[in-house]
Every structure is written in C-alpha cells, then in structure tokens.
C-alpha cells in the first residue's frame, strides 16, 4: 500500500525568505502523480503544485517549486519569497495512475511566515 | 468561479443520531470524494464515487455510507454517530477525464461534533 509522510508537523519562515517543506513516499508503482496542496486559515484547500513521475523536470509555478527525487521517493515543496498569505497547512498527496483520481494525503505541515 | 458547496460548516449531534452531511459542486465534475481530516492524521478516504449511484469503498469507510443519485450532488451518512467520529469532513470532485492527474476541488468543510 501507498503511503506519504510528512516528518515536519510545524515549520515557520520570516516573509521574503525561503523555505522548503519536505514528503517521503512509499509504492512499488513506476507511474504515478505527486500534488501539494494549501489550507489556509478557515479558509478551502487548493492545489498548489503537481508533478507526473515520468517527467524528470521539476514543476515550478511562480513562487513554488518542487524538487522531485523518484529514487530516493522523495517530494519537497519549495517556497520563495514567502509572503504572509502563505501561511497555511501543506499537504503532500499521491495518486495512482487510474482514473479515480484518489489521493493519498500525509499528515501534513503547518507553515507561519512571520513579519 | 468553480465551487463546492457543503451543507454545514459546523455542526453537532448526539451519539447514536443518524447524520447527513452534503455536498454541491457545480462544475459537472464525475469523481466526487468525501474525507476526514484528523490532526496528525492527515485527511483519510472515506468513500468515492465516480459516476451517478456508483461508489466505491476508501480507507475508512466502517460506521459511513454514501449516496449519489444526481451528478453534482454527494451525500456522507453517519447511519448511528459515535464521539470517534468528531472530526473535520471534506469534499472534494474531480474530472474522470485524465484521471489521476485532475486536480480535486474541495469544499469548505464540515466540522462535526459528536457528544
């Protein structure tokens, strides 16, 4: 069975700075998909970053990128520039390459960016 | 402006009612999913369901059962609640097309307490 573990419950990054969140994962398939996702505050999840396994460039948007390393199963998020928004719980997440889409979430990471 | 809806944003109940929670989503979307999201734990499957009055079993799916008899809407039973199941509960939809790689769009949450 797949599994994603989150090993930072709590991490925090004064604004402009960098911060990287980390996810270790677990499965024998040689295709699959890898997601970060963002919950801010009281507020609904949203997708943050994907990443295909077969694809061996990193993804990036803006501000987000991941570096994806399939041997070591291994998926970190990095943020730039943090910015006050970014303050949330991060959750790494796994899917299957099928068509029902289910995730496999880890514990997740809360993230405070400071003033 | 993509949107899932849920019935509630917080509610509480007595053990051994029979609870309904539901969720709307507008976006025509085939895979819909609901979860539950425990500190430490991470958000867990309960159940899915990839088409109109199809489901399938999650991780967690002991003391749940489900029903989809429209397409945008997907309704979470607690046929007789217990206090372990106080927690946050997500939903979340999906296009099928594409499958693992879609992104999930989550509703705002409900946090159900059980006493």
């Known amino acids: 069975a797949q599994t994603v573990t989150q090993s930072q419950p709590e991490m925090s990054v004064q604004e402009a700075e960098t911060v990287t969140l980390s996810c270790t994962y677990d499965t024998s398939e040689n295709n699959y998909y890898l997601f970060w996702y963002k919950q801010p505050p009281s507020r609904q999840m949203i997708l943050v970053i994907r990443?295909?396994?077969?694809?061996?460039q990193n993804a990036t948007e803006n501000r987000f990128s991941v570096n994806f390393q399939k041997a070591a199963k291994s998926f970190s998020l990095k943020i730039s520039d943090s910015q006050l928004g970014d303050t949330a719980m991060y959750f790494c997440?796994?899917?299957?390459?099928?068509?029902?889409?289910?995730?496999?979430f880890g514990q997740g990471t809360t993230l405070q960016v400071k003033p | 402006d993509v949107k899932v809806t849920q019935s509630s944003r917080y509610l509480v109940k007595r053990t051994g009612e029979k609870v309904f929670l539901e969720c709307v989503q507008d976006m025509d979307h085939e895979n819909m999913f609901w979860y539950r999201q425990d500190p430490g734990l991470g958000l867990r499957l309960i159940y899915f369901?990839?088409?109109?009055?199809?489901?399938e079993k999650g991780d967690i799916p002991e003391g749940y059962s489900v029903s989809r008899e429209k397409k945008e809407r997907f309704s979470l039973i607690l046929e007789s609640a217990s206090t372990n199941q106080t927690s946050m509960y997500l939903c979340?939809?999906?296009?099928?097309?594409?499958?693992?790689?879609?992104?999930?769009?989550f509703g705002p949450g409900t946090r159900l307490t059980v006493l």
């Open positions: 369901s990839y088409d109109v009055k199809m489901k």
């Open positions: 997440a796994f899917s299957r390459s099928s068509n029902t889409g289910k995730l496999i």
């Open positions: 990443q295909e396994a077969y694809k061996q």
């Open positions: 979340a939809s999906s296009l099928r097309l594409a499958g693992a790689y879609n992104e999930q769009f």
